[in-house]
């Protein structure tokens, strides 16, 4: 690699591993080892590892029937069903939770029914609401991956297996089957790393000597006990959490061991009788779980948004701020390395760092930093939009990474042929070409940072307030109503940053 | 004129060895079995493989060590000879200023030399939106406005069909010899090369032979190349 061209990618990289090594080497000498821990951290360590395996086994469970029915079945809106799965990924984990809490909470539309029925009524607080939401969450991720998964069986295949006359049960035992085995390990492991950074979900829903998770332990002992020392040793015990998981995802990354298909468009299995009914029932139940908190939210929040206070809306333009700035640092660090990265193991590395590390345990090396010079309320805005950068850059890195690698693969014998180097091959030929992964990876980050309930909460005095924050702040208060305006703005200000960056990038892309 | 003197080139366990010159102006066919190092040879000189051992010179000038961009040849691969999201213009365009300021008199001078190659009006669309022999011409139209004196041809109409192959080796003939460029031309086309390469390089057996005339070597073939060329 020429000099020229490692530079940036060297600077990214040291910037990226000062963001995540500097606030660890905080929390390492704060911490001291882990004798400032008391039982309660204990139990902590244990709801977190539980909550999250037990997360993941219902989502993955859950995806394969409603999976099987969507590649089985077509019917109108199934193609709207599979995108609005990948909405939970970018919908701001405090809105989800307040639709959850709408439907399934005290005075919510399920106990409402059950009342009427004479049943007892359900919480939705407690360690099954904590689950709950994550299910929420993620199973829409697992029935996309599992759907990939049969979508990805060749229709090939297929064909064979009709042409021997495999029936419904051969082709479970051999194509379907093996495809499961190769996808929800997989799958399972995402969901089980995600839930175990589990805050916001936590914070709202759970708490409590029996629902209490690692990360909300930490903000606990910062805001509640002011007990620094303690902070810091939870924050050891989740980057241990942390890196035990990315091992064990790193060993566990199954191939698929298909062999490549034409893909041909592949007839759906035929599957008449009771199968239908089945398929019918899973497809109603996720698209009911999927959109009835979403609706509640809306049906209850889009009157209030007239009457949002003053302060709502200036934490909005605080949280769409932050979004922009967040956004801009993520791809900078993002494209040199990504730019570096097939050439570079260190730059890879520099990028997926930030994986170690959880929103809450950067937030307690920062503040640890940040204390001796200046007060640490003041750096609410810059620490928060830090962090979330660090947060979506292995993302952008994985978006854009095979992207990089064919552009290399295609076009790198051309361009220096035809001598296009430095900021015209930038100009010319990089940013052109990864316009679209550009502009999904800026999406993601700006939905991230708009939806982020996290280390804003350890240094926020409540008067620096992001829309997040303030949704909460409302709900704290049982402004329900409002709340539920607040939801409806920060759902859609998510959304339209989403669509209009992801937009941007395609019509940039001069494909 | 072109020298590879001394010339070792190594991949893995592959290794080709050369020690020739190639005269100014000359054509000259690289032929030889497939995996010989046809590729490999044309890729050392264009400078996308640096090599273990010895020197290339243009014209005495050691050129062994520039970049590609720099070194004074055009290089067509077999493929990817155009950026697809630039339209014709542009990627003419990058052959006279890679940076793409271009002016009135750069204009003017792409249309000319897309009117030479028989693209006159397409200078606004993108590759996709062009037939392959069409394509094959905006690489041709480059390399005109580049103006380097020695032209290596990767098999870049290997995709074509037969006539319109041809029709493309006699455009690059007649812009050989207007334009005095050398050319080094791989072929797997005994026609070809008799046709338009008066000389031609025989790869086999890990060493580039100096050039000999095409018509003798083709009628008494060495076993080697007789056993790929089949009969």
Known sequence: MSPARALPAALAAVLAAALVLAPLAAVIGRAGGLSALTRADGAALWFTLWQAALSALLSCLLAVPVARALYRRRFPGREALIALMGAPFLLPSIVAILGLIAVFGRRGALNAALAALGLPTLSAYGAHGVILAHVFFNLPLATRMVLHGWQAIPSERLRLAASLGLGPAEVTRHLERPMLRAVLPGAALAIFLVCLSSFAVALVLGGGPRATTVELAIYQAFRFDADLGRAAALALVQVALALAALALAARFTLPAGFGAGLDRPGAPLPAPGLRRIKDGVAITLAAAFLIAPLGAIALRGLPALTDLPPSVWHAAATSLALAAGSTVLTLALALPLSLAAPRARWAEAAAMLPMAASPLVLGTGLFLLARPVVSPTALTLPVTLIVNAAMSLPFALRLLLPEVRSLQADYDRLAAALNLTGLARLRLLTLPRLARPLGFAAGIAAAFSMGDLGVITLFSDGRTQTLPLALYALMGSYRMDQAAGAACLLMGLTFALFWALDRIGRHADPR | ?231
């Open chain 2, 1 to 231: 004129m072109l020298t590879l003197d001394d010339l070792l080139l190594e991949q893995g366990d592959f290794r080709l060895s050369a020690d020739l010159t190639v005269t100014r102006g000359a054509r000259v066919a690289v032929m030889g079995p497939s995996g010989a190092g046809k590729s490999t040879l044309l890729a050392a000189i264009a400078g996308f493989l640096a090599p273990a051992r010895g020197r290339i010179l243009w014209s005495g000038t050691d050129i062994t060590r520039l970049a590609p961009g720099a070194r004074p040849l055009s290089i067509l691969f077999q493929d990817q000879n155009l950026f697809p999201h630039l339209s014709v213009e542009q990627n003419i365009g990058l052959g006279l200023d890679p940076k793409l300021r271009l002016g009135r008199a750069e204009h003017t001078r792409i249309e000319e030399a897309l009117a030479q190659v028989g693209l006159d009006g397409m200078a606004r669309r993108k590759p996709a939106e062009l037939s392959g022999g069409q394509q094959s011409r905006v690489a041709l139209a480059r390399t005109l406005l580049r103006d380097r004196p020695l032209l290596l041809l990767d098999e870049p109409f290997a995709a074509l069909g037969p006539a319109l192959k041809a029709e493309m080796l006699a455009l690059v003939a007649t812009i050989a010899s207007a334009q005095g460029t050398t050319v080094l031309m791989v072929s797997h086309d005994p026609a070809d090369a008799r046709s338009l390469c008066p000389e031609t390089i025989l790869v086999a057996e890990g060493r580039a032979l100096p050039p000999q005339p095409t018509a003798p070597l083709l009628d008494s073939p060495p076993p080697a190349l007789r056993a790929y060329l089949g009969g």
